[in-house]
């Protein structure tokens, strides 16, 4: 009897990771087909000078327009192809679709900031071929300066191996594009390793600029990495402000560039132009 039992149980077991391996094949599937059928899109949010009220440029989002499911945010997708070539494929998708959206907004007027940051996974960071598919990628878009387009790379990917990275980086720098730092504060980074990496900005994490008015080893942290970036002449933008007393404490504590739902929430690209010319930054940010 214990042995049939036991034997149930493997026979359970082997289902489940049965249905895992279909269920994990369906999803690349479809976000092949995604791919291959143009269900990807961009929306923009906008990064602005709180001081001096000036909208500086957006950062590019990825959503997936999925048939059935509705628009996706990037949680629900890109996970599943972290580690798989796909994400190289997405990833060119994104640059090559942003640097279109810079194009046209070019077209459209010197009013516009066309300056673009975009999300690049670890996978598609250390690919050895990076900087010829980004050198490819810009020379397919001659109108886009490449000082007007943003890597954004999570201060984690580069923990492997940072003097690969601190390569890569310098490599697409000679290109004129410039570097971010994402999520910053949310890995292990040492001073030494801030130093190697080339990224002329660092963006707080949200996690730690949402709870820094209720919470001193936040505020603390937010504070240290205004001063680090300083320190190092990097620029530095905060994430994820959501209220104006979060823009107030930022300016007071030196941090005058900012993104956040307070702000504006990501949009597609043909509402920004209209944001733009409602937008005006809010009073009580400077008092
Ligand atoms: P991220 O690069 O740190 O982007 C910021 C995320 O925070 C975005 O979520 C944005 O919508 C959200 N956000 C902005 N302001 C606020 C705020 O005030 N409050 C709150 N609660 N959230 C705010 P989203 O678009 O869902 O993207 C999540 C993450 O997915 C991104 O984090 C980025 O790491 C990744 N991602 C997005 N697009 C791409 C892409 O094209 N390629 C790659 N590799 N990763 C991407
Ligand atoms: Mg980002
Ligand atoms: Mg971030
Ligand atoms: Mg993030």
Known sequence: VAKESGKNRYHLFDT????????????LEAIRSALDNQQFVLHYQPKVNMRTGKVIGTEALIRWQH?????????????????????????????DATLTQISQWLAMGVDIPVNTSVNIAAVQLQQPEFTQRLTALLAAHPHVEPRYLELEVLET???????????????CLALGVNFALDDFGTGYSSL????????????????????????????????SVIALAKSFKREVIAEGVETVEHGTALIKMGCDLAQGYGIAKP?????????????????????
């Open 16 to 27: 489940v990771q049965d249905d895992a391996i279909k269920i994990r094949r369906e999803s």
């Open 67 to 95: 048939p059935e499911r509705g628009l996706l945010n990037p949680i629900e997708f890109l996970p599943i192809i972290e580690s798989n070539p796909m994400m190289i494929e997405v990833g060119e998708w994104v640059i």
């Open 157 to 171: 990917s580069a923990l492997d191996d940072v003097a690969h990275i601190s390569d890569i980086m310098t490599d």
């Open 192 to 223: 030494t390793y801030l130093r190697r990496l080339p990224a002329n900005l660092i963006k707080i994490d949200q996690s730690f600029v949402r709870d820094m008015l209720d919470n001193a080893d936040d505020l603390a942290i937010v504070e």
């Open 267 to 287: 949009m597609p690209a043909s509402d920004f132009p209209a944001w733009l010319s409602h937008w005006r930054p809010d009073v009580s940010w400077q008092t």
